[in-house]
């Protein structure tokens, strides 16, 4: 086995799967770059083994243990995911097959991590991997046209935990050790903000994705909330009821909302001198405030109106975060800044008229 990472295992082939991480993952100082890159290519190969719908929901969750078993040190069988690369749905990249391939260099490259990051990676990928797994058993044997939901508020929250929190906590733990150990934070409440920062995140994905999620027999809104209104996951299949579960919707924006503000108040929270550090969580942070803002005017059931962030506002958030980053009132009020921008100007009038009195 190799004694370093194939030279384009963490580069080209990351690059190809992570979408926007990237651009974060490679703001990053060196000393935390690999174990993080390394973490979340396998986060993306577990991902990406539970979103096989071609294949039954038994053998995905087989290939999860015996991933996981590998990652955790408990097996020592060569993985071979061939079969579940050849099976990926038509709008899989090339980039998720490449990985399922190599997902056998990916667990070797574990080995070669210092023990005390090793220790955290195999956490977190254990926790994410749980997580799929658990999402498999609820929603993987969903009858065609059936939808089925989440309970209730609290196992959303463990979802979100499990999938997204708990890599805020893995960030913040191998950050602290590796790169500013001796600064003084309040440990407890960077910990407790890092968590709330992958809630967020991931919550903003879930209440974007709602209706692509509907059509596959998925419902992240919790059913004790949609029982309050007089709804069930199913009747969220017509965009006619958007009236009927916007209430509901709108108060996990609140959630999501209040979680991203504790991730501003985590990046804010950073030392100074970390600016690699301050950037990388700033870019994906405010890009969440972002999309947040849209969701709040978007259409929540309609599966054609998918919500994004559009280049030009990625990029007037990077040069943003760059010129204000050594001004420390105007980067602290950045967030206000991603909501403004994220609102609709108002049209001028035809005329030529000045609006107001």
């Known amino acids: 086995m190799p004694d370093v990472a194939p030279a384009d295992l963490l580069t080209s082939l990351l690059r190809d799967v992570s979408r926007s991480f990237y651009l974060t993952l490679s703001v990053l100082p060196r000393g935390v770059r690999r174990p993080i890159g390394l973490a979340y290519l396998l986060a993306r190969a577990t991902d990406t083994i539970a979103d096989t719908d071609l294949v039954p929901v038994p053998e995905r969750l087989e290939a999860l243990d015996a991933l996981r078993a590998r990652i955790l040190g408990k097996g020592t ?24 391939l190599r997902v056998e260099e990916a667990v070797s490259v574990l080995r070669v991590l210092d023990p005390a990051d090793l220790a955290l990676v195999r956490e977190v990928l254990s926790t994410i991997a749980a997580g799929q797994e658990l999402d498999l058993l609820r929603f993987g044997t969903v009858t065609p046209g059936v939808v089925r939901s989440l309970a209730n508020g609290a196992e959303l929250d463990d979802y979100t935990y499990r999938v997204a929190g708990c890599v805020g906590e893995f960030w913040t733990r191998i950050c602290r050790v590796r790169l500013f150990p001796r600064a003084r934070l309040d440990e407890a409440r960077l910990l407790a903000d890092g968590v709330r920062f992958g809630k967020g995140l991931q919550l903003v994905n879930i209440l974007r994705d709602i209706p692509r999620d509907l059509r596959g027999g998925r419902c992240y809104l919790p059913a004790d909330g949609l029982a309050a209104l007089g709804l069930a996951p199913g009747d969220l299949l017509d965009p006619a009821n958007e009236p ?88 602290n009020r950045l967030d206000d800044w991603a909501r403004k921008i994220a609102r609709p100007r108002e049209a001028a009038p035809a005329n030529g008229a000045t609006v107001g009195p």
């Not at 550090?277 to 309609?302: Q, S, Y």
Request: with cysteine; hydrophobic share 50%.
């Open 244 to 331: 009927r579960v916007k209430p509901l919707y709108d108060a996990w924006l609140r959630v999501a909302e209040e979680h991203l503000a504790a991730g501003w108040r985590y990046t804010t929270t950073l030392p100074r001198g970390q600016v690699r550090v301050r950037l990388a969580c700033a870019w994906p942070v405010l890009l969440g405030i972002l999309t947040l803002e849209k969701l709040k005017r978007g259409r929540v059931l309609d599966p054609s109106a998918r919500i994004k962030v559009g280049r030009p506002e990625v990029r007037a958030m990077l040069w943003a975060t760059v010129w204000r980053l050594p001004l420390g009132p105007a980067w």
């Open 77 to 100: 069988l060569p993985l071979d995911f061939a079969s579940l690369a050849s099976a990926q749905c038509p709008t899989a990249t090339a980039a998720e097959r490449t990985l399922l």
